[in-house]
């Protein structure tokens, strides 16, 4: 029987719905009031809290079973939520599962995007400010860096990152295939809908030169250029400034195309050697399909960008087993490291081993 | 100058140090062949590895086989493709360093392991050599050294082409994954293409005008279907710098100029070489058992 128990409590995307973790989300005020709060809490030895937009976990060592009840009374009462509809959503586990489920959790194999590694810093970032305010101790110092190593294991040895995932970021990668480097690369987003500012911010976010904007209505291109940092153009202006840009994003409401293919045969006479990628955003099409006929140019409308995100997704799901698989060794590994601690508890192990001095 | 001069360096023959270059440029290739299959990202620490040990190899076959013929190994077609192979990994080293072009450096094994495993399982090619191609001349010897140095140029830049070939048609036919995912981005593709091409271009250059100075005072020295050959290639990879420049020969057709001139360059050794002197038996005739 164990000294003390390790367990996990909290709420995932895959045990509350959105509206239910939107009440559950910590805000930076009371997550640090909640935190001193449970530093204080009798017989939880050690503890780390998780918060992001689609999990709220608090991972702890407890001298018994019932500490992790009372982790969530005072959860539920600083976020005024009922303990028993708290119950419905909630995820608790507690031995060799909160380790499983920390590995899988670092590892981006429990995120809502499969394999997404934004996940890793965040996980990184709640233990080093656990760690910085002295909250974890031998056990949860042990079983972070081992879930920090794993998750760089499954990244390196399997595919469960490859390909993006998201329309916006497989057009960035599409960008990459053809331009290398974004450093260089010129963006006219066409249209100031929501859909098209999303993907102009993706290639923002990987260094695109310059970003330009141009809307029918010049006053709107001008709010979203001041938004993104970004110049505005003037719709009339784009068949003849066309060959001044390397990357254009169409995500325009009309019609009709509004990209013509003499528009563009022109605008690739004045940069032959120099490629041009159209990202067709748009509903109906803003750009005559048969520019991609032209040498040097590279058309993807939604469908293409959907098809390609929806088979990236299928081939990380198809890593998920062995993902799964290396995490369940080193799962069973760690565990044999950790079990004999918990089962010592803090009077063997020593004072100085029980929870970290603060830095 | 004795040809059996086999037994250096722990006893091996030129021989059996080339074939042991040709199979560490063959595990390089199936090492690569294999991550890509698994669809993996290539370790370029292994690859790199093998086509570093397999250099060396060959280095050192290159180096017994000159020792044995006195002079630069450019006698016979096995001879020049072992040095085309050696060429194009020496530029490997400083492009592949240079620019980290992905997947540049299984290419560029699975070249030199075609070309150095053909040479040497065709026994007909090194069963006889010209002597004294050079006639004691250094720069007739640097002539022909720099030549065969543009033919690797020239390898390097099929190699580059393929992979924008082979890019190109996996974003025109919008099937950007799987092993299509690890290829270098088109236009870094083209830009290295251009820079080889440029390169490999001036190597042959200088080499004719190297060449140039000695046919001048004899021109019966250089037999008239190596000289139309010759000039015919190095015409052509003018031909292409000039259009590529001009932004008349792009993308696809810039690719597939610089895999066809590659194979039009090696298709020409065998007309060329043909059309030389009497050959004498080389030194692998006597010493290697085939």
Not at chain 1, 5 to 31: I, K, N, Q, Y
Not at chain 1, 112 to 133: D, H, P, R, S
Not at chain 1, 301 to 314: C, G, K, T
């Amino acid at each position: 029987m164990s000294g003390e128990c390790l367990f996990v409590l909290g709420a995932t995307h895959h045990t509350a719905p959105l509206a239910v973790r939107e009440r559950l989300s910590l805000g930076a005020g009371a997550a640090d009031a909640l935190r001193a709060e449970l530093a204080g809490l009798a017989g939880l030895r050690e503890f780390t809290v998780v918060s992001t937009c689609n999990r709220i976990e608090f991972y702890g060592v407890a001298a018994d079973a019932s500490v992790a009840a009372a982790v969530q009374r005072a959860f539920c009462v600083r976020q005024n939520f009922s303990t028993a509809e708290f119950e419905q959503f909630r995820l608790s586990l507690s031995g060799p599962g909160v380790l499983q489920h920390l590995l899988e959790v670092t590892s981006g194999l429990d995120s809502q995007m499969l394999g997404e590694t934004e996940i890793f810093g965040q996980v990184k970032e709640a233990y080093g400010l656990a760690q910085a305010n002295g909250h974890t101790g031998a056990v949860l110092n042990r079983v972070f860096q081992k879930a920090f190593q794993a998750a760089k294991h499954v990244r390196t040895t399997t595919a469960i990152t490859e390909g993006q995932v998201s329309v916006a970021n497989v057009a960035v990668e599409l960008a990459g295939n053809i331009f290398g480097s974004l450093a260089e690369a010129r963006i006219l987003l066409l249209g100031a809908g929501e859909i098209g500012e999303k993907t102009a911010k993706a290639f923002q976010s990987r260094g695109a030169a310059t970003l330009s904007v141009a809307s029918r209505r010049l006053e709107r291109a001008m709010e979203l250029a001041e938004t993104l940092g970004a110049f505005a153009l003037p719709f009339w202006l784009m068949p003849v400034k066309l060959a001044d840009f390397d990357i254009v994003v169409c995500a325009t409401s009309a019609p009709d195309a509004v990209v013509s293919r003499p528009a563009v045969e022109a605008a690739m006479r004045r940069r032959p050697a120099r490629p041009l990628f159209f990202i067709d955003l748009a509903l109906p099409r803003d750009v005559d399909a048969s520019v991609a006929e032209r040498e040097n140019v590279f058309l993807y409308n939604l469908d293409d960008l959907a098809r390609i995100a929806d088979e990236n997704r299928a081939a990380r799901e198809a890593e998920l087993g062995k993902c799964r698989a290396l995490l369940a060794e080193r799962t069973a590994a760690l565990w044999r490291q950790i079990e004999p601690r918990l089962q010592a508890g803090p009077g063997v192990r020593g004072a100085a081993d029980h929870r970290t001095e603060p830095v | 100058m004795p040809y059996g001069l086999t037994s250096m360096l722990a006893g091996l023959t030129d021989r059996s140090w080339l074939w042991l270059a040709a199979e560490c440029y063959l595990v390089g290739l199936l090492l690569g062949t294999f991550s890509l299959l698994r669809g993996r990202r290539q370790s370029g620490l292994w690859i790199n590895s093998f086509i570093a040990a397999g250099y060396l190899c060959q280095v050192l076959g290159l180096y017994v086989r000159g020792r044995a013929v006195g002079g630069c190994p450019l006698g016979n077609t096995f001879e020049i493709l072992q040095f085309t192979a050696w060429s194009a990994i020496t530029l490997y080293f400083f492009v592949g360093v240079t620019f980290r072009l992905s997947l540049l450096g299984f290419f560029t094994s699975s070249l030199a392991a075609t070309l150095t495993l053909v040479s040497l399982a065709i026994p007909a090619w090194d069963a006889a050599r010209r002597e004294h191609i050079f006639g004691g001349n250094p720069w007739i010897e640097l002539h022909a050294a720099l030549a065969l140095f543009s033919y690797g140029v020239f390898a390097l830049l099929a190699l580059t082409s393929g992979m924008f070939l082979l890019r190109h048609y996996s974003l025109k036919s919008k099937q950007p994954g799987g092993a299509f995912s690890f290829l270098p981005s088109i236009f870094d593709l083209d830009h290295i293409s251009v820079r080889l091409l440029g390169a490999g271009l001036a190597l042959m250059t200088a080499s004719l005008a190297v060449g140039a100075v000695y046919w001048l005072r004899d021109t019966a020295s250089v037999n008239p279907t190596k000289l139309l050959f010759t000039v015919a290639i190095w015409a052509a990879y003018a031909i292409a710098l000039g259009l590529r420049l001009r932004g008349v020969l792009l993308a696809r057709r810039f690719g597939w100029a610089g895999v066809a001139l590659f194979a039009a360059a090696l298709l020409s050794l065998w007309p060329v070489d043909a059309s030389r002197h009497t050959p004498v038996p080389s030194p692998a005739g006597r010493t290697v058992p085939r």
